[in-house]
């Protein structure tokens, strides 16, 4: 069993996929999979740690504010609306996206999920990451993220002295090599 693997056993670790992906597809026992099914972001997630992924990084940010109980890591963010289709297109084109036959599932829940994200873009992010300690939020992204990921969003991340880590040779998508500066900073706590 790798050290991941442990992570993803662990029940203080919660997991929000990206858009229209699951927690279960990358390995997470503990998942919340918000584009699928009904989830209310207003409860206590009870966890130590909330690992989010790409839009769902609004989602933590959002139930973060209500309850202050949990750590943040956020995996190459999607936290901007502007030309956000656009954006998405051009991520599809030139990085591709996954799409195992589970995952294609996932889009039969396409108009509720682009609902939630359109609520969920309603969240003052640079207002909510003012109030975050710096120990409690650290940001992972892809140098190959060139479309969805938003730099100059982040470098304002950097202002608060939050921990942010790129990863060479890594885009948007949750790879292998994300997993590994997961590790990094799973067993550095």
């Known amino acids: ?4 693997d442990n992570f993803r056993d662990n029940k203080k670790i919660l997991f929000i996929p990206g858009w229209l992906d699951s927690g279960e597809l990358h390995g ?37 504010h209500i309850h202050k109980n949990f750590k943040i890591i956020l995996l190459n963010p ?8 656009k954006r998405w297109l051009k991520s599809i084109i030139y990085e591709g996206t ?24 309603k969240v003052p992010v640079i207002i909510l990451v003012k109030t975050i300690p710096p ?24 202002e608060n002295n939050f921990k942010i880590i790129k990863i060479k040779g890594a885009g948007h998508n949750y790879s292998p090599k994300i997993e590994a500066a997961l590790i990094s900073i799973l067993t550095s706590v």
């Open 1 to 4: 069993m790798s050290s991941m």
């Open 28 to 64: 997470y026992k503990n998942s919340l999979d918000i584009w699928n099914k009904k989830i209310d972001l207003n409860q206590d997630f009870k966890a130590d740690f909330i690992i989010a992924h790409s839009v769902g990084a609004l989602a933590a940010l959002y139930n973060w």
């Open 78 to 85: 999607v936290l901007a609306k502007k030309d956000l289709g």
């Open 98 to 121: 996954p799409c195992p036959p589970q995952r294609i599932k996932l889009f039969l829940s396409f108009i509720p999920a682009l609902i939630k994200a359109s609520r969920l873009f």
């Open 135 to 158: 120990e409690q939020l650290a940001v992972i992204y892809g140098e190959n993220d060139k479309y969805l990921y938003d730099q100059e969003l982040i470098n304002s991340f950097g």
